[in-house]
């Protein structure tokens, strides 16, 4: 019965909407406008929201880093003695649970270094990146990352490599992401791999590990660990794992322990010294700030697609008042009212999510183009549609209440 009044209704529904034909289509594509906007900003905010909310599958609360800078002069064979004095140094302070020297740590967007992996010597094609940590046999603990396959480095494996020279191992762990990408048939645990500097094995396979590159969507997790302490005469980083949660005490024992060889570095306590949990802050910083932004920006257009539903709704009641009272006088109730306004606002906002739908799916291909985006999900523009039907109900229920309330002796008057 619902159903039989609703189409009854539907012809001088758009009997009444071609008399109106430039305000009608203006609500019809302000409604595809922002639905095609909305949908896009929204999952675009989805993304972003999913990347930064990615673990880095280390011990983010109990991990932090310094980075120190050595002063000209020094040879390679005394930055070396210089990291070994500091390490030890380091692993007897109170509250430090492990520490080792990298290059880099995660979410630093800086020290990245790439490496392809070869898994033929004479491959021709390009290899798949990794993303190279320098690490020991104390990496894994200071990290708190989860060796699935495998076993650790060895103390006797730890090299002392240039930044600028080829690099080598005798044996390197990856992450479960790139090694189902080097070996995705099979499992890469004990295979053989080539890296610039020659052939090498893979002997451990962590579950995840975080890179330190952060911009890209793809490599983010493809983590390769070499046993290798770097001779950079440039700077080196300490990661440190403290055993508590309150790091700036052994923040600030573990600068005092460095101060015997301050005259060969250069720290800066305010600079060069992070936690994972800011290093994070830091990193996506920029995916916070666009996500906001966007989010804003669709709670506007939807206002203002609401605002113009309600406007063009009050209008009209006050161009019908005649037709209104006209209806009342020949039975027609509160609720017959309610039920045409309401109608038409859902045929208007109906042909806004048609041809919103076709700019939103167009507008995500040409965006894809332009910017490391994934393809919309289906799903995304019809959740939108619903809730612009859902917006435009809402919007007309006044003008609707209003119209409603219209007394038959209008039509007398009007007379």
Not at 211 to 220: E, M, Q, Y
Not at 234 to 247: D, G, I
Not at 343 to 372: C, S
Request: hydrophobic residues 45%; contains cysteine; charged residues 15%.
């Amino acid at each position: 019965m619902a159903l039989t009044r609703a189409l009854m209704q539907l012809r001088p529904i758009l009997s009444a909407l071609t008399r109106h034909k430039v305000s009608t289509v203006l609500i019809v594509l302000q409604v595809a406008l922002t639905l095609a906007v909305a949908s896009n900003a929204l999952f675009i905010v989805a993304t972003r929201v999913v990347h930064l909310s990615r673990p880095s599958g280390t011990d983010e609360s109990h991990l932090f880093a310094i980075r120190t800078g050595w002063k000209s002069g020094l040879t390679a064979t005394q930055i070396d003695a210089n990291i070994r004095a500091d390490l030890d140094a380091l692993r007897h302070v109170s509250g430090v649970h492990d520490v080792f020297s990298s290059q880099a740590y995660p979410l630093e967007n800086f020290g990245v270094r790439l490496a392809g992996l070869k898994v033929q010597a004479d491959q021709t094609t390009r290899p798949p990146p990794g993303i190279v940590y320098l690490a020991d046999d104390h990496a894994l603990n200071t990290l708190g990352v989860v060796l699935e396959e495998g076993r650790n480095f060895r103390p006797d494996e730890i090299a002392t490599i240039n930044p600028d020279g080829a690099m080598a191992a005798p044996g390197v762990i990856v992450t479960r992401s790139l090694a189902t990408k080097l070996f995705p048939d099979s499992s890469a645990l004990g295979k053989t791999v080539y890296l610039p500097g020659g052939p090498t094995t893979i002997i451990g396979i962590l579950a995840s590990l975080q890179s330190p590159l952060t911009t890209s969507h793809t490599l983010d997790d493809d983590s390769l660990l070499i046993p290798a302490r770097s001779s950079d005469p440039e700077s080196v980083v300490y990661l440190l794992r403290t055993e508590s949660t309150p790091m700036a005490p052994v923040i600030a024992a573990a600068l005092k322990a460095l101060e015997p060889r301050s005259g060969m570095r250069i720290v800066d306590p305010k600079q060069s010294v992070v936690t994972l949990a800011e290093a994070r802050q830091h990193a996506y910083a920029t995916d916070r700030s666009v996500a906001t932004l966007l989010s804003i920006v669709c709670g506007l257009l939807l206002l203002a697609t609401a605002g113009g539903i309600v406007g063009l709704s009050s209008f009209w009641v006050s161009q019908r008042r005649m037709q209104i009272g006209i209806r009342r006088s020949l039975g027609a109730t509160t609720g017959d009212i309610l039920r045409y306004f309401h109608a038409e606002n859902f045929v208007i906002v109906g042909g806004g999510v048609l041809l919103g739908v076709a700019l939103a799916v167009l507008a995500n291909v040409g965006l894809m183009k332009v910017y490391p985006l994934q393809l919309m999900p289906f799903y995304v523009p019809i959740l939108g549609a619903l809730v612009l039907w859902a917006l435009g109900q809402l919007a007309v229920w006044g003008p609707a209440s209003y119209a409603a309330k219209v007394p038959p002796v209008v039509a007398i008057r009007s007379v």
